[in-house]
C-alpha cells in the first residue's frame, strides 16, 4: 500500500481515509461536483475528527508534495472542490468535524468547526435564542467552511452582509500543517494585516478552516413576505429604493425573479402554485423582519406596497397570511436553481453589477443574446437588492443542451462578461471561482491585483499544494 495512506490511516483511523482499493467503496459523492460538469479520481478521501488531525494529515502530504483539495458539503457550483483526475490529489472531507463548540450570548457569538451543515448551524442559534442569518439554498448541506471558503452570500446579503461580514474569527490549518488559532471573537482588532478576511473566499487555496466564530443577532419579532408582480426590471430596482426607505433595516431579503425562471418551476412543480407570474415580466420577494411585532410589520409593508402601486412599480401584490405562506413563497424562489437543472442544461452566470446599473444591463444583454441565439430563453433570478443576478442562458425551446453548452458556452460568456465589465460589475458575485473561471480571471481581474494574489499564494503555500489549480490556476 502507498506509505502516504498507511501514514493517513495511522493519523486518522482506517475507516476515516477511503480509497478505491478498499472493497466496495465509492467515492463519487466526493469526486464528482454538484451540478455533474467534472468527475475527478482522488488517491483517498480523508475525514479528519479534530484539528490536530487535519494538521497532521497536512504535514504527511505536505512531506510527500502530494496535493490536498478541502471539500465540505461539495454543494460548490464552481468546481472548487472535487479532485482532478490524475488520481494524485488527497480529498479533506471537514465534514465529521461538526461541533458546536460555544455560544457566547453576552458577545453575542457562536464557535462551530468547520464541518457544521449550516442548517444545524442556524438550528443552534435559534435553540439559544438568536439568529444566524446566512441563508441560501443549499443550507441542508453545504457546511459554513464551505461558506466560507466561498465566502457565500445567499438572500439575506441586502441587511447583514455576506459570510465575510459574518466572521469575527478563524482557526486555519496552513500549508505547512501549523495551527493559527485567530478564533478572537473580537469585533475590533488592528494588529497587522486581516489574515482572517485573507482566508475568507480563497476557496481552499491558502488554508484549511478547521472552526469559525460567527456573529449572532436578536431574532426579529416578526417576519413578513410580500411577492409583487413588477412591469420592469426599472421598477424592480424603484420598488428596492422605496423598500429601503420604509423598511430600513427591516429589509432582509429583495429577490428578483424572470417570468420564464417562474414558469419553469410552474411546470417542473405545479404544486408549489408560483403565484402573479403569467401576466408580468419579473417578480419580487421582499421580507421584512420587525424588532416591534406583526401588526407593526404589516402595516409598514401595507404603506410600501400602497405607494409602490400609485407610482406604478408595482402592478399586483400578495402579502403572506402566515410563516407556511411565507415559506412556500420563500420555497419557490429557492425551487428556481432545481427547476432549471430538471429543464436541461444552460449556461450560467453569477454576476453582480451596481444595482443602478442592472436595468440597463439586462435590456442590452438580453438583446444582444437575442439578435445572436434566436429563440434563447433567459432563466434570470437572482438577490437584486445586493446588486447580484444569476444571469443564466437556456438553449431554445426543442435544442439539445448538450450540443447548446458545445457550440456557445464560449461565445456566450465572452458577450456576457463583456457586458459585465462595460457595467463596472464582478463575474463572480458569490459562487467564487473554482476552475470553472479559472481561465476567465486573467481576461476580467485587475492585473496588479492579480500579480498580488500570486505573490500572496506563493508565499503562504509555496509547494502550491492547497487545492492547485483553483483561483489563480
Ligand atoms: C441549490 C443551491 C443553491 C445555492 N445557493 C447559493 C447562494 O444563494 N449563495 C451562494 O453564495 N452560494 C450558493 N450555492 C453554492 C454553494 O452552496 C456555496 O458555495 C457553499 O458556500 C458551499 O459550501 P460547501 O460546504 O458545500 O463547500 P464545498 O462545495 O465543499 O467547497 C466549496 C469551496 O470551499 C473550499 N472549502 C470547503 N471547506 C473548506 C474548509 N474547511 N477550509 C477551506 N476551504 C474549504 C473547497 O475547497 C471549495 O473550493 C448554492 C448551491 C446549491 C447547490
Redesign the pocket.
Known amino acids: 500500500m502507498n506509505t502516504l495512506i498507511t501514514t493517513l490511516k495511522s493519523l486518522c483511523g482506517d475507516a476515516n481515509v477511503l480509497t478505491h482499493d478498499d472493497p466496495g467503496v465509492d467515492l463519487s459523492a466526493w469526486e464528482q ?3 455533474k460538469r467534472v468527475k475527478g479520481r482522488a488517491l483517498a478521501v480523508v475525514r479528519p475528527g479534530s484539528t490536530s488531525e487535519v494538521a497532521a494529515v497536512v504535514k504527511a502530504c505536505a512531506a510527500c508534495g502530494t496535493a490536498i ?10 468546481v ?2 472535487v479532485p482532478d483526475d490524475t488520481g494524485t490529489q488527497v480529498v ?1 472531507s ?1 465534514t465529521r468535524m461538526n461541533a458546536v463548540r460555544a455560544i457566547d450570548p453576552a458577545n453575542l457569538t457562536i464557535t462551530v468547526e ?2 457544521c ?2 442548517q444545524n448551524l442556524q438550528a443552534a442559534a435559534d435553540n439559544a435564542g438568536f439568529l444566524f442569518p446566512l ?5 441542508g ?15 439575506q446579503v441586502v441587511r447583514y452582509g ?2 465575510r461580514e459574518l466572521c469575527l474569527g478563524l482557526e ?1 490549518v496552513n500549508a505547512q500543517g501549523e495551527v493559527w488559532n485567530g478564533l478572537t471573537g473580537l469585533r475590533k482588532d488592528n494588529t497587522g494585516y486581516d489574515l482572517r478576511n485573507l ?1 475568507i473566499g ?4 491558502l ?4 472552526a469559525a466564530t460567527m456573529k449572532l443577532y436578536p431574532q426579529p419579532a416578526a417576519q413578513l413576505t410580500a411577492w409583487a408582480a413588477v412591469p420592469s426590471m426599472e421598477a424592480a430596482v424603484q420598488l428596492l429604493g422605496l423598500a429601503h426607505q420604509a423598511l430600513g433595516p427591516g429589509l432582509t431579503g429583495f429577490e428578483v425573479m424572470g417570468q420564464f425562471a417562474l414558469s419553469l418551476v410552474d411546470k417542473h412543480y405545479p404544486q408549489l402554485r408560483v403565484p402573479l407570474f403569467k401576466e408580468t415580466p419579473w417578480c419580487v420577494l421582499l421580507e421584512n423582519s420587525d424588532s416591534e411585532n406583526e401588526a407593526h410589520a404589516r402595516a409598514q409593508f401595507e404603506t410600501l406596497l400602497e405607494t409602490a402601486l400609485e407610482q406604478g412599480c408595482v402592478s399586483d401584490a400578495v402579502v403572506a397570511e402566515n410563516l407556511s405562506q411565507a415559506h412556500g413563497l420563500w420555497h419557490i424562489r ?1 425551487s428556481i ?2 427547476a432549471q437543472a430538471e429543464e436541461g442544461l444552460n449556461i450560467k452566470h ?1 454576476i453582480s453589477i451596481p444595482v443602478s446599473r442592472i436595468p440597463a444591463f439586462v435590456a442590452e444583454t438580453d438583446a444582444l443574446l437575442a439578435r445572436e441565439i434566436p429563440g434563447v430563453r433567459m432563466v434570470d433570478f437572482g ?1 437584486l437588492g445586493d446588486g447580484n443576478l444569476h444571469y443564466n442562458v437556456q438553449a431554445p425551446e426543442g435544442a439539445d443542451g448538450q450540443a447548446f453548452l458545445r457550440d456557445w458556452e464560449e461565445r456566450v460568456n465572452t458577450l456576457v462578461f463583456d457586458q459585465v465589465m462595460r457595467h463596472h460589475g464582478s463575474i463572480s ?4 471561482v ?1 476552475e470553472l473561471k479559472v481561465d476567465k480571471l486573467p481576461l476580467y481581474k485587475d492585473p496588479t491585483a492579480l500579480a498580488m494574489m500570486r505573490a500572496v499564494k506563493q508565499a503562504l503555500d509555496p509547494q502550491n499544494l492547497l ?1 492547485p489549480g ?2 489563480l490556476g
Open positions: 461536483d454538484w451540478r483539495v478541502p471539500q465540505g458539503g461539495n454543494t460548490g457550483l464552481v472548487g472542490g479533506l471537514m468547520a464541518g451543515v449550516l441563508s441560501l439554498g443549499a443550507e448541506s453545504c457546511t459554513i467552511g464551505g461558506n466560507l471558503g466561498t465566502n457565500a452570500g445567499g438572500t455576506n459570510t486555519v482566508m480563497s476557496e481552499g487555496t488554508g484549511i478552516i478547521t429557492e436553481t432545481m453569477d438577490h458575485a458569490e459562487h467564487g473554482g487545492n483553483r483561483v
